[in-house]
């Protein structure tokens, strides 16, 4: 089934479909949607071939994706940036007579604001393969999910953006998107 899934480019509608979870955030006003993270719950069949394409993928990412970009990807880890930024600011505690500047940037809501066409184009020009390429215009152009509030469910709405969490190639994905900040 998961080599007909990559042939075709053809997905089950049971993949494309989730169910999203909305965890509240820890010491956060409850009131307020901006406190609460979305969390797709999605079919187990799917889960398993996003595993394989995800493990698939970061084989092949580390030759893509800048040396600055440390998450998400095998041997590389976040605290190397902390590494780097503790040896800028020690180099310019001994170098008063520079100066620094350092910017630190939160992308908030950051998976569910990806733009498709972006992150397509993103992956044309790595020239991932036109697999890869087909695997996210048929999956992640197409989804549809039900929203639990208070334990009912909502109706089927149509995603356009972003990436789901919960799904092991979404990180990648994203990652793959920050690469033109970094070119």
């Not at 998400?72 to 600011?89: A, D, E, G, K, S």
Request: contains cysteine; charged residues 20%; positive net charge.
């Amino acid at each position: 089934v998961y080599n007909e899934v990559l042939l075709a480019a053809k997905m089950l509608d049971s993949w494309r479909e989730a169910l999203i979870l909305l965890i509240p955030k820890e010491d956060s006003d409850l009131r307020f949607i901006q406190n609460y993270r979305p969390i797709s719950l999605l079919n187990i069949d799917y889960k398993i071939f996003a595993t394989i394409i995800a493990n698939r993928l970061k084989g092949i990412l580390n030759q893509y994706i800048h040396i600055d970009q440390n998450g998400f990807l095998p041997n590389r880890q976040i605290r190397n940036n902390l590494r780097i930024v503790l040896n800028v600011l020690e180099y310019y505690e001994a170098h008063l007579e520079k100066q620094i500047a350092l910017v630190f940037l939160d992308a908030q809501k950051a998976f569910d604001n990806l733009n498709w066409q972006f992150l397509i184009q993103q992956i044309y020009n790595m020239n991932l393969g036109s697999k890869f390429e087909n695997r996210v215009v048929t999956i992640d152009t197409s989804q549809k999910a039900n929203i639990i509030i208070n334990g009912e469910c909502t109706k089927s709405i149509k995603i356009e953006k972003g990436v789901r969490q919960g799904c092991p190639v979404s990180p990648l994905l994203f990652i793959l998107s920050l690469e033109t900040l970094l070119t």
